[in-house]
Nanobody, 115 residues
Framework: QVQLVESGGGLAQPGGSLRLSCAAS????????MGWFRQAQEKERELVAT???????NSADFAKGRFTISRDNAQNTVHLQMNSLKPDDTAVYYC?????????WGKGTLVTVSS
């Protein structure tokens, strides 16, 4: 069974940083498309960033220059480093995996940016 477990969410001040982690099991983060999505209150889920099996990354415009997706192949874990956080970044962040033609999602971790 594919499982994605997020961690690292919490409260940050505007301008602060958080590092989210997604521990994957039943799937290799190295050989599959991995990513992060987020969903703010009363908004639709939106893509934050993805990383391909070749290591290439793609980010949403709001994330460019602030958020960095990476993976640790040895730990089979995907990370999202979030810097220069803004209140608009407040959302539930979900880990994503594309595997065998299916989409897999973690349960999400809440990020709140507030002073």
């Amino acid at each position: 069974q594919v499982q994605l477990v997020e961690s690292g969410g919490g409260l940050a001040q505007p301008g602060g940083s958080l590092r989210l982690s997604c521990a994957a099991s039943g799937i290799s983060v190295r050989t599959n498309v991995m990513g992060w999505f987020r969903q703010a209150q009363e908004k639709e889920r939106e893509l934050v960033a993805t990383i391909s099996s070749g290591g290439g990354t793609n980010s949403a415009d709001f994330a460019k220059g602030r958020f960095t997706i990476s993976r640790d192949n040895a730990q089979n874990t995907v990370h999202l480093q979030m810097n220069s956080l803004k209140p608009d970044d407040t959302a539930v962040y979900y880990c994503y995996a594309g595997y065998a033609g299916r989409n897999y999602w973690g349960k999400g971790t809440l990020v709140t940016v507030s002073s």
